[in-house]
């Protein structure tokens, strides 16, 4: 099953005109609730052209959800639309709970916002407050971002604290990359090809759906001669 296919239920959202949430109370800074039923992709941009800046995502990304259900599918919409409002520079106020109580559990999203509220892991345990404090602090723009050119993507990834660059050019690998970007069951995409990205660290699992993680470059955040 593609998350792409049609009759998806709606992602519910709130949507503002400013970063800062100190100045929503001001009238007019809030726009208010929205649906989200089009790939996140397509909205983020029209969002942004419409002058939103803030996002409130109310429904936690599960990460501990199993199968290919309406849930795992609703999950893994939520990640997309996080990695792309990360991807235009849009904050979003986003609660997360990963599957484990590993302290480096969090490390694969660490290039996304951080998240508002890291949701306790089943059992309990673990220290999400300071993984979180972790995640605030280490996140910057271009920790792992991909580009595109003219037939081949490249992925700049600096989750590990060293830049790793990985640069992709076979057709076979873009073909399923290109199934990845909105997610897509495990069963539907060339599992090899898929398994060497997750050895790279560039797809996760939710439930029985894969997903792209690496968010797209629209801008240098440092001028070139640093990078």
Not at 119 to 145: H, I, M, N, S
Request: aromatic letters at 6%; a negative charge; charged letters at 25%.
């Amino acid at each position: 099953m593609s998350t792409t296919d049609t009759g998806l239920r709606p992602i519910l959202v709130g949507l503002a005109r400013d970063h800062d949430p100190a100045v929503l109370s001001i009238p007019g800074m809030t726009i208010g609730p929205a649906e989200l039923r089009e790939p996140a992709a397509d909205a983020v941009a029209r969002w942004r052209a419409e002058g939103v800046r803030r996002v409130d995502l109310p429904d936690a990304v599960d990460l501990t959800v199993t199968g290919d259900d309406a849930t795992a599918v609703d999950t893994l919409r939520r990640l997309v639309l996080v990695r792309e409002l990360t991807s235009h520079g849009i904050a979003v106020d986003w609660r997360l709970r990963l599957p484990g109580v590993e302290a480096d559990e969090w490390l694969p999203y660490s290039h996304l916002r951080a998240p508002v509220e890291l949701l306790p892991a089943p059992g309990g345990e673990g220290d999400p407050a300071g993984q979180l404090d972790a995640w605030v602090r280490g996140f910057y723009f271009d920790k792992c971002t991909y580009r595109r050119g003219p037939g081949f993507v490249q992925v700049r990834d600096r989750r590990s604290g060293r830049l790793n660059l990985l640069t992709i050019d076979d057709p076979a690998y873009l073909a399923v990359l290109d199934q990845l970007l909105d997610g897509a069951a495990v069963t539907g995409v060339d599992l090899a090809i898929a398994r060497d990205f997750g050895a790279e660290g560039l797809v996760t699992k939710i439930g029985e759906l894969l997903v792209w993680l690496p968010h797209r470059l629209r801008r240098w955040p440092l001028p070139s001669m640093v990078i």
